[in-house]
């Protein structure tokens, strides 16, 4: 293990800044404000950050040392744990939010759980659900359900690694396509096409899609079961919360499909086939803290183009698709549709391969 690979223990610093808030409405800071402490770190103070921490570009390349970073027990070790920090996080926070009596205080509280869930629930789950050991993907399904997208788990890896780059893709964002459009179509397209999948997999082997063989059909059960729990625990407010929480979770994460994919194409090279995806469909950013945070999510060009690879090895690609920020920085800017454009745009157009279809 490489002394810079100490900084993944980073991820779990976003489980600090709920306390960090309650702290602060202890010390006297109003409540409605303080409750917002954690978005305004997550997307005011890391990019600052991530100017002083610099890049990190360097890929492992002797081959003996990949293999035994490929092995190293600390890595998985990493983003499992983060299902009991994450499930009790999620308790505490829902148990706060009950003592909190203006709105403003409630609001920025929900939506910062919302968005701590997005970057400490769902990227793990997504490091997780591409594992082939038995264990790990049913770790990322939990915690993909705790948030109540486990259809993720079913379409990422069937449906978006498949068509991604294409105008088939459920989280590839069309070139001019505004966050706003996207969002609300890819959290509805996401779940849809999961159940489909699930649907025609078991069709094709005789069996009924109806049956506990179904993905879907299980993890509903299980996100039905941590409704009763919250809802018993702390009725019907707690239930609410849940399940905002999850709805905001699973919004931030489609922000950052948006970013991650946003304008480009891959060439249809015949009816119904596109060219084969490589590291030139994704865009990559180097930054190194937010790559800690984020278990190395913006080496997403090299996770496209070798999904299984864990993400310790995930390698950087200096001919990628560049964002000219961070995830934290270009979360916000998505946000700021004209920006957006006048900034991405350029960039995309650049990476963007002409068709006879003009498609996508």
């Known amino acids: 293990m490489r002394a810079r690979d100490l900084g993944f223990l980073l991820a779990f610093s976003t489980a600090l800044l709920p306390a960090g808030a309650w702290q602060l409405m202890r010390f006297g800071v109003p409540p409605g404000l303080a409750a917002w402490f954690p978005v305004v770190f997550i997307f005011v103070v890391v990019p600052w950050i991530d100017a002083l921490c610099g890049d990190e570009r360097r890929n492992e390349d002797d081959a003996a040392a990949v293999t035994r970073l490929e092995h190293a027990h600390y890595f998985p070790m990493l983003t499992a744990l983060v299902v009991p920090v994450w499930l009790g996080l999620l308790a505490w926070c829902t148990a706060r939010f009950a003592a909190l009596d203006s709105l403003p205080a409630k609001l920025g509280w929900l939506v910062s759980t919302g968005v701590i869930g997005g970057v400490l629930a769902i990227n793990p789950a997504h490091e997780l659900i591409h594992k082939s050991t038995r264990w790990e993907p049913l770790l990322g399904g939990l915690l993909l359900t705790s948030v109540g997208y ?33 969002v609300p179509r890819a959290l509805w397209r996401n779940v849809r096409n999961a159940w489909r999948l699930e649907a025609q997999r078991l069709r094709g082997r005789g069996r009924s899609p109806w049956s506990w063989r179904n993905e879907m059909v299980a993890w509903t059960a299980l996100w039905l079961a941590f409704m009763a729990a919250f809802a018993w625990a702390g009725g019907w407010r707690a239930l609410g919360f849940f399940l905002l929480q999850g709805v905001i979770a699973a919004a931030t994460l489609e922000v950052i499909n948006y970013v991650e994919h946003y304008g480009l194409e891959r060439q249809l090279i015949a009816p119904g086939r596109y060219e084969r995806v490589t590291h030139h469909h994704s865009w990559n950013a180097p930054q190194r803290y937010t790559n800690w945070l984020l278990f190395n999510l913006q080496r997403h060009s090299d996770h496209h183009a070798v999904a299984r690879r864990r993400y310790q090895v995930l390698r950087h690609h200096g001919d990628s698709p560049q964002l000219p920020a961070g995830y934290a920085t270009m979360f916000v800017l998505a946000l700021v549709p004209p920006l957006w454009r006048r900034v991405m745009n350029p960039r995309a ?12």
């Not at 079913?154 to 996207?182: K, N, P």
């Not at 157009?349 to 996508?360: D, H, I, N, Q």
């Open 349 to 360: 157009l650049a990476f963007r391969v002409p068709s006879e279809t003009g498609a996508f």
């Open 150 to 182: 486990a259809g993720f788990k079913v379409e990422h890896v069937r449906g978006h690694h498949l068509h991604v780059a294409t105008s088939e893709d459920s989280s590839s964002a069309r070139l001019g396509e505004s966050v706003y459009a996207f």
